[in-house]
């Protein structure tokens, strides 16, 4: 298991200060916007640069100050580099060949390893025989190979193109399962984060925000800012609260709180078609209201009633810092 405490950084204009934990055989997703100190936090982890405060405890001994090789951790960065003159086998190979393992040790870590990874048939090749997805496999058997305490994944499908990274998140998401070492994977996308992770830690500013599981997070974000950057739409001021009759705070209507085909009169805006869903832009008591779903024939202009169930609306925290920029959204919608 792993235990962060206080740990801490700066850099001119920034300051990370950052306490978690992740148990064994867990994956944590290290989720924030760009600049809010992610690889930051991962290199202090691996040993790549030293905090000025906090402690790091693996496995029940502080490693704060151990040398990076010495840690035992495993680590894939975004551009995987892979040694570009050796085979698949004598990249995976490598590092156990550095600490002495025997032939037959090797041989036998490395079977299982093209096996967890479905590398097999793809042994002999060098690195730029194989895809982007293969490439990433490599990257990953290799830092599994010598049984680290801990891997650290640094925007593993960043390189990669969209339609492949939606194959290769499942990928990951099934060989993680399978090893028992906890694992930390820094990304900036959110459904990357929810289907890979078992926990999540939304970082902001150098500070973590919130952390909970996929589900908590979305279900109950704490503040307008958390609740936009998971892709929430339907956030409500405190003035627009008031405007449709809730107490004078921040709201959040997830979709589960809204149903159409009955209710109260709400105005069609605009429609957006989005392939498998169809977005639609309502006014309601005076508040634009964002809802997706299949196609229902409506078109801006038209009405249609509109139902919010109250018992499933979240109280949002108020203050400086919680409000929704959208500027930080990780993508437009
Ligand atoms: N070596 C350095 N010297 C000075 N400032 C740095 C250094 N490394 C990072 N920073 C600053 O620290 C802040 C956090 O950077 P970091 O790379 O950890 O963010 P990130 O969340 O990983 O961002 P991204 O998603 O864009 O990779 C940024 O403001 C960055 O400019």
């Not at 950052?18 to 997703?29: C, I, R």
């Not at 995987?80 to 086998?89: E, G, I």
Request: aromatic share 6%; with cysteine; glycine share 10%.
């Amino acid at each position: 298991m792993l235990r962060l405490v206080g740990l801490g950084k700066s850099y001119p204009g920034f300051r990370l200060r950052v306490s978690l934990e992740v148990e064994a055989g867990q994956t944590l997703a290290l989720l924030g916007p760009s600049g809010s100190g992610k690889s930051t936090l991962l290199r202090l982890i691996a040993g790549l640069e030293a905090p000025e405060v906090g402690e790091i405890w693996l496995d029940g001994s502080e490693i704060t100050f151990l040398a990076p090789e010495a840690r035992r951790v495993g680590l894939v960065f975004q551009d995987y580099a892979l040694f570009p003159h050796l085979s698949v086998w004598e990249n995976i190979a490598f590092g156990l060949r550095e600490a002495r393992w025997d032939g037959a040790s090797i041989r036998q870590r490395l079977t299982e390893l093209l096996d967890l990874t479905h590398l097999g048939p793809h042994a002999q090749k060098r690195p730029h025989q194989l895809s982007g997805g293969e490439r990433q496999r490599v990257a990953l058997a290799r830092a599994l190979a010598s049984r680290p305490r801990l891997l650290l994944l640094d925007e593993p499908l960043g390189a990669l193109d969209l339609k492949l990274r939606n194959e290769l998140l499942w990928e990951l998401r099934a060989i993680l399962r399978q090893t028992e070492v906890p694992t930390i994977v820094v990304t900036h996308d959110q459904s990357e984060a929810f289907v890979i992770a078992d926990q999540v830690a939304l970082l902001r500013n150098g500070a973590v925000v919130q952390t909970g599981s996929p589900e908590q997070l979305f279900r109950n974000p704490k503040n307008a800012w958390v609740a936009g950057f998971l892709g929430h739409r339907n956030l409500l001021s405190a003035q627009q609260s008031q405007q449709v009759g809730l107490p004078a705070r921040p709201h959040l209507l997830p979709p589960e709180a809204i149903t159409l085909g009955h209710g109260e009169e709400a105005r069609v805006e605009e429609r957006v078609f989005k392939g498998f869903v169809v977005g639609l832009e309502l006014v309601w008591r005076g508040c634009r209201l964002y809802l997706e779903g299949p196609e229902l024939g409506l078109r801006p202009g038209d009405t249609v009633q509109l139902q919010v169930d109250w018992s499933k609306v979240v109280v949002l925290e108020d203050g400086p810092g919680a409000e929704h920029t959208s500027l930080e959204a990780p993508r437009a919608h």
